[in-house]
């Protein structure tokens, strides 16, 4: 099915070269940071997961967010989900792949990554993100690509792949939690010291994962004689609901404990990502951007009339996306740094290298999802006869 990935007219040509382009430019940098180390970084001594992990944090959410179109298909039979449950799992191996460039770019030297294979450490969190973020690949490449070349045969897909696919169900959960325990397992830091941190990040990821999947189906269905359907987009726009309003809840009830306790160590992060502490600010518009993002996006999303109104409901899955990646990425991580255990405020910026590489690694998971969706939209099409 490969060969369906070279087969297109000039929008899908011109996005491939503008996607390789960027990415171009981007290895550039990366081979500069190679040469001369994370000093081009805005890391520092106080602050050394910085950019890239944030992205890492929320692509591991994207990821994970689509079980939430393969469980109701798989577990629950839910048959209407069967016209984008390979949008899904194609997302998410998009999704995994620019989580392990992230931690390559973070790590500075590529050669790095290798010590965890040959020098496993299981009393390691790292160790274990590693299993479950490659496992997950795994999985969703084997069982996307089956069910599609099945589909493609207008046979069924055999049995093992349904139960590979029920097992996903099961792993998707565990990438975000092992990534959230990497944080909170860190006594030192008071804003990720916290039991709901995984929930959180799991509610996070069934928001925004399902919301980007919406985007890109309302895109699939304008560009192309493929739909996916307005009952498949309407079902994943109430999942998206109920996952946005559990994500506030859960934020919601860590500003309580940490207020209520008035433990001063917990106090202030949150009182630097949204009021600024000691004098410093730089995330605060940000914070507040976030929150306005997430509460309009419920309010659109609860109300029935402007949830149906695909227009409306594009506009609210952009600025919840949006929200949860100003939550996730940028606040998570500064906000876990700042203040430092000394309760010292060393603000963290990132500098125009690593926001370039960053540009180049989003633009690698988008041409490899620009090629899977390419190859899946044209075996739908060939299979409905459009």
């Known amino acids: 099915m490969l060969e369906l990935a070279f087969k297109g007219g000039k929008k899908y040509w011109g996005l491939i070269i503008g996607l390789l382009v960027l990415m171009g430019i981007a290895f550039g940098f990366w081979l500069w940071q190679l040469s001369f180390g994370l000093g081009i970084t805005g890391m520092s001594r106080d602050v050394s997961w910085g950019f890239y992990i944030a992205q890492f944090t929320f692509l591991v959410g994207v ?49 790095r990554a290798i010590n965890v294979i040959f020098y496993p450490t299981p009393g390691s969190i790292l160790f274990w993100d590693m299993i479950v973020l490659n496992g997950y690949l795994l999985l969703n490449i084997i069982v996307g690509w089956n069910v599609l070349e099945a589909e493609r045969n207008n046979i069924k897909y055999p049995g093992w792949v349904k139960a590979l696919a029920i097992f996903s169900i099961v792993w998707a959960p565990l990438i975000h939690t092992v990534t959230a325990y990497l944080y909170c ?33 309302l895109i699939i269905r304008r560009v192309t004689k493929f739909d996916p359907g307005r009952e498949q987009i309407q079902s994943l726009a109430k999942i998206v609901t109920y996952a946005i309003i559990i994500n506030v809840f859960f934020f919601l009830c860590e500003v309580f404990v940490v207020f209520y306790s008035r433990i001063p160590s917990h106090m202030d992060h949150i009182k630097y990502l949204f009021v600024g502490l000691h004098g410093h600010s730089a995330l605060v518009p940000w914070m507040w951007t976030s929150i306005l993002f997430m509460v309009t996006s419920i309010i659109l999303l609860v109300i029935p009339a402007t949830r149906k109104n695909e227009a ?6 952009v600025i919840l996306f949006i929200g949860t990646w100003i939550d996730k990425g940028m606040g998570m991580i500064s906000g876990g740094f700042v203040p430092n255990p000394l309760h010292h405020v060393v603000e963290y910026v990132p500098t125009i290298p690593e926001l370039i590489i960053t540009l180049g690694i989003w633009a690698t998971g988008f041409f490899i999802l620009t090629i899977l969706f390419k190859i899946a939209v044209t075996v739908k099409e060939e299979v409905s006869g459009v």
């Open 63 to 111: 990821a994970a967010g689509g079980v939430m179109v393969v469980l109701p298909y798989y577990l629950h039979d839910y048959k209407a989900f069967g016209r984008i449950t390979i949008l899904g799992e194609f997302l998410a191996i998009a999704a995994v792949i620019m989580c392990l460039m992230f931690i390559i770019a973070d790590l500075g030297q590529p050669m």
């Open 185 to 217: 397992g860190l006594p030192g830091r008071g804003f990720w010291l916290t039991a709901i941190l995984a929930p959180r990040f799991l509610a996070s990821a069934f928001a925004a994962g399902p919301a980007l999947l919406i985007l890109l189906s």
């Open 312 to 317: 409306v409901l594009a506009f609210a899955c």
